[in-house]
């Protein structure tokens, strides 16, 4: 839709788009892919949040116990109770992943909107960066951090994320910014006489941030992954504070204790997918060809042909 043609033209067709962004609100609630992962998501923030007002499992004679009514996920080599291990685990795993991930999303979304409006040597350099980036494993990183500051907890996979996975977002969020500010939106502000910062902060960066909020829930299920792979892989501390990778870690030491490496590692895979669902979730919600297909009934988007179609039958009608 150009600015020469008529604004009640253009005011038909923001109706258009304001009933299909509509719709995601539709998807979320009416698949059953989007409601099972926000239960598992609403579940794991609520346990991380009840626990911290629990006490901190207490040790007892009772070393390695199977499964029982008094413990009903058995005991650790500590003898603590397994079952308290693995809500207050939560609580460290959730505050790693909401951490990195608002990190990711802040670097990713910030340099890659930037970078694809501005263009020119800012956006080379950021593309460059991007390259350099994307060649380091995090985990290898992460070790290399430990190793230098001799410190070992979550920060420092908040700060090896924050640095290093804002990288998918920023491209992501470039590309859809290199499309969105050559839009009809876009070339009205510019019209307008806005500045470039505020035709990026009103009309361009609300287009181009669905990938971000895509990406969010991912970036947290690869931050406590990584948070328990490490934990793993070191030695088990008795000192430590109760996490998921300090349970899988002790199931290394002793093979026989299964319920050591059975019950945190389920509790990894339901906590992580149902970061996927929510984002595979979003992702049918923000995009309006995917969302006809998760919907029976939901318009499709208006195109610039249907645009066109839709403005020939009108001419028609009012002769």
């Avoid at 009640?8 to 009416?30: E, T």
């Avoid at 040597?121 to 994307?134: G, K, N, S, W």
Wanted: glycine share 8%; hydrophobic share 50%.
């Amino acid at each position: 839709m150009r600015l020469s043609e008529r604004p009640s033209q253009f005011a038909g067709f923001v109706r258009a788009r304001i009933r299909q962004r509509a719709g995601m609100l539709r998807v979320l609630w009416r698949t059953r892919r989007a409601r099972v992962g926000l239960a598992g998501l609403l579940t794991v923030v609520l346990i991380a949040v009840l626990t911290g007002f629990l006490a901190v499992p207490a040790t007892s004679p009772r070393i390695l116990e199977a499964p029982s009514l008094g413990h009903l996920l058995g005991t650790d080599a500590e003898g603590r109770d397994v079952l308290a291990c693995l809500l207050h685990g939560t609580r460290t795993g959730v505050a790693a992943g909401l951490s990195s991930a608002a990190l990711v999303v802040l670097f990713g979304v910030t340099l890659g909107a930037v970078s694809g409006f501005y263009g020119g040597r800012l956006d080379a350099f950021v593309t460059r960066t991007i390259e350099v980036l994307l060649s380091v494993p995090a985990v290898v990183a992460v070790l290399a951090l430990r190793g230098i500051t001799g410190q070992h907890g979550f920060l420092d996979v908040v700060v090896v994320f924050g640095v290093l996975r804002w990288t998918d977002v920023a491209r992501m969020t470039r590309a859809e910014v290199l499309r969105a500010r050559n839009s009809d939106w876009a070339l009205a502000a510019h019209a307008l006489g806005l500045p470039p910062w505020k035709v990026l902060w009103r009309h361009v960066l609300p287009d181009a941030v669905s990938p971000a909020v895509v990406a969010a829930p991912i970036a947290m299920g690869a931050a406590i992954v990584v948070d328990a792979s490490l934990t793993m892989l070191g030695a088990p501390d008795p000192d430590a504070p109760a996490t998921w990778g300090a349970l899988l870690a002790g199931a290394r030491l002793h093979r026989d204790a299964w319920w050591l490496a059975v019950f945190p590692g389920l509790a990894l895979f339901a906590c992580v997918a149902s970061f996927n669902l929510v984002s595979e979730s979003l992702r049918d919600a923000l995009d309006p060809h995917l969302r006809t297909l998760a919907v029976p009934g939901v318009e499709a988007p208006p195109t610039r042909e249907g645009a066109a179609i839709n403005t020939r039958r009108s001419d028609r009608t009012n002769r």
